[in-house]
């Protein structure tokens, strides 16, 4: 650590010193995990209500390091997006999503779930961010029409050129779905010039759903909003049969959450699909 002054100085630039060294580590372990292929795909449902039947399913990426406990994406996203690696990483999910997508289209036509896919800020300012999306889709042989790929209002915010490269996602026939809808500060603005066809209600304004009056009236407004301007809306985080009651009273056709199903590995989306997950 540089020694800049006083005590209180010095512990900070250590402290710093100790941040960005953890981060570097974890961003070299990151780059070895992807050579070694220690990520993997996690599939959560999408349900379409009241029955629950599984319209389609979100990919969540976890990384499992050899030998020790795996870790969530929460912890090393935000460090491989800082290093850059997660162009790589986000090309290998983009590719692994792909391919189980055109196994379920194979084994159950256009009843296959189709796949969201999550897309980070730092991957829409990658002007080859298109290029690459096309190139995994000719490669498996999916139709855009199978995935969504999912953005967040803060990344499209980011800069100007990622709403262009939105732009350009879209015009390939891709879904596109803002994420942790409601949570961004320019929500409606953005609604008007960023081309999306899904918007997902952030769990924050599900979570409290049998409170107030309040929470129901901002719940309903969000998903008047989505249907006004002819969009799906997909309630997240939705952890009980009383929620999932109430959102459908609601207006809300489309809904995620740990009360329908956990993430799971792609193996086990097939009994769902065949067994409801409410029936
Ligand atoms: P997200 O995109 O908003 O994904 C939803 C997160 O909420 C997932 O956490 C999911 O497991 C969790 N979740 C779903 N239902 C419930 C529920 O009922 N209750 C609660 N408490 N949580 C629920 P996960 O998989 O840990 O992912 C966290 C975040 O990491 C994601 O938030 C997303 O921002 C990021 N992420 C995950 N996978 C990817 C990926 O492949 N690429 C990129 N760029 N980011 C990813
Ligand atoms: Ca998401
Ligand atoms: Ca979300
Ligand atoms: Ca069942």
């Not at 036509?109 to 300012?125: D, H, T, W």
């Not at 995935?147 to 209002?153: D, L, M, R, S, W």
């Not at 609601?250 to 997950?277: H, K, N, T």
Request: charged share 20%; hydrophobic share 45%.
């Amino acid at each position: 650590a540089k020694y800049t002054g006083g005590d209180r100085g010095r512990e900070h630039t250590s402290a710093l010193d100790a941040t960005a060294q953890h981060h570097a580590e974890l961003a070299a372990a990151l780059r070895r995990g992807l050579e070694l292929g220690e990520f993997r795909l996690l599939y959560q449902p999408i349900v379409e209500l009241p029955a629950g039947t599984v319209s389609g399913v979100e990919a969540l990426v976890r990384w499992h390091p050899t030998g020790g406990p795996v870790i969530s994406p929460a912890e090393f996203i935000p460090v491989a997006e800082h290093s850059g690696l997660i162009l790589d990483l986000g090309a290998w999910i983009m590719d692994a999503a792909c391919a189980d997508a055109a196994l379920w289209q194979r084994d159950h036509g256009s009843a296959g779930p189709r796949v969201n896919i999550n897309v980070s800020a730092r991957q829409l300012l990658d002007p080859d961010l298109p290029g690459m999306v096309a190139d995994a889709l000719h490669r498996h042989g999916l139709t855009p029409d199978r995935i969504t790929i999912e953005i967040t209002e803060t990344a499209v915010f980011a800069g100007g050129a990622a709403l262009e490269t939105v732009r350009e996602l879209r015009e390939l026939g891709v879904g596109l779905a803002l994420d942790d809808f409601g949570t961004g500060h320019s929500s409606l603005t953005l609604l008007r010039t960023c081309p999306v066809t899904t918007l997902k209600v952030d769990k924050s304004f599900i979570d409290d759903l049998n409170g107030t009056a309040e929470q129901e009236a901002i719940a309903s407004s969000l998903s008047t909003i989505a249907s006004t301007m002819g969009l799906r809306a997909v309630a997240e985080g939705v952890e009980t049969r009383d929620q999932a009651e109430r959102l459908h009273a609601l207006g809300y056709r489309y809904a995620q959450g740990f009360y329908f199903a956990r993430p799971v590995p792609a193996s086990e989306i097939a009994a769902l699909l065949d067994d409801p997950v409410l029936a």
